[in-house]
């Protein structure tokens, strides 16, 4: 089973429309979460952390279920700046620098 | 806003040839990270650099890596003997004392292996 696995996309949504990205992990005694953003051929870009109560920035809300190893971002009234591949990354416990990366979902939001 | 920056861009080189791929992480920062993405493909951790030494590596990281700090501010990674299969967007990140995260990113280079 891979590490981190990720909904593989593509998505193509209209503008405004909400769009939802899963991930799911193997590691039960991972410890940190992450969404990170990547353009084409660009450096990936922390998007979010993601905390066990959940959090939301602006149109963005990331949850997360440790029972369930999943990991989930909503993007809401999406826009066409948002087209991107997102990335769910995690670290392991006892070892919080190394980040371990899921393949990402490409979204493609358009007019 | 202080940011990696990494040198070259594009690295074309031929198989079998020595590569150094050179980044200068943000001043205050004292972990370094070496990762690669093989187009098409996840991004993987290579290895991670504190106080001076090697704080863990990948099984990617084989012998024919090293990486090296020269000075107060650039953070190198060498492949000895390049493979086709080297061929990847490699990046170089940093993150505080406070260790782990967030890890800032450069904006990579590219190497190509002829």
């Known amino acids: 089973r891979k590490e981190v696995e990720q909904d593989p996309g593509p998505f193509n949504v209209p503008e405004g429309a909400t769009v939802a990205f899963n991930c799911t992990y193997s590691n039960s005694a991972s410890q940190s979460f992450f969404w990170y953003r990547q353009d084409c051929r660009k450096e990936p870009k922390l998007l979010m952390s993601v905390y066990s109560s959940g959090n939301e920035d602006g149109r963005f809300t990331a949850q997360l279920n440790r029972a369930s190893q999943y990991i989930s971002l909503l993007i809401r009234d999406s826009k066409l700046s948002d087209s991107a591949t997102y990335l769910c990354v995690v670290t392991n416990a006892g070892n919080n620098r190394k980040l371990i990366w899921g393949l990402g979902t490409s979204l493609a939001v358009n007019p | 806003e202080p940011e990696v920056t990494q040198t070259p861009s594009h690295q074309v080189t031929q198989m079998g040839q020595e590569v150094i791929l050179r980044c200068v992480p943000i001043s205050n920062h004292l972990y370094f990270y070496w990762y690669r993405q093989i187009l098409g493909q996840k991004v993987e951790f290579l290895v991670s650099?504190?106080?001076?030494?090697?704080?863990?590596k990948s099984e990617i990281f084989d012998d024919q890596f090293s990486v090296e700090r020269p000075d107060g501010s650039n953070f190198t990674l060498k492949i000895r003997s390049t493979k086709l299969e080297d061929s990847a967007m490699y990046f170089c990140?940093?993150?505080?004392?406070?260790?782990?995260?967030?890890?800032?990113f450069g904006d990579g280079t590219r190497l190509s292996i002829l």
């Open positions: 650099f504190y106080n001076n030494e090697i704080s863990e």
């Open positions: 990140a940093s993150s505080d004392l406070a260790g782990g995260q967030p890890q800032h």
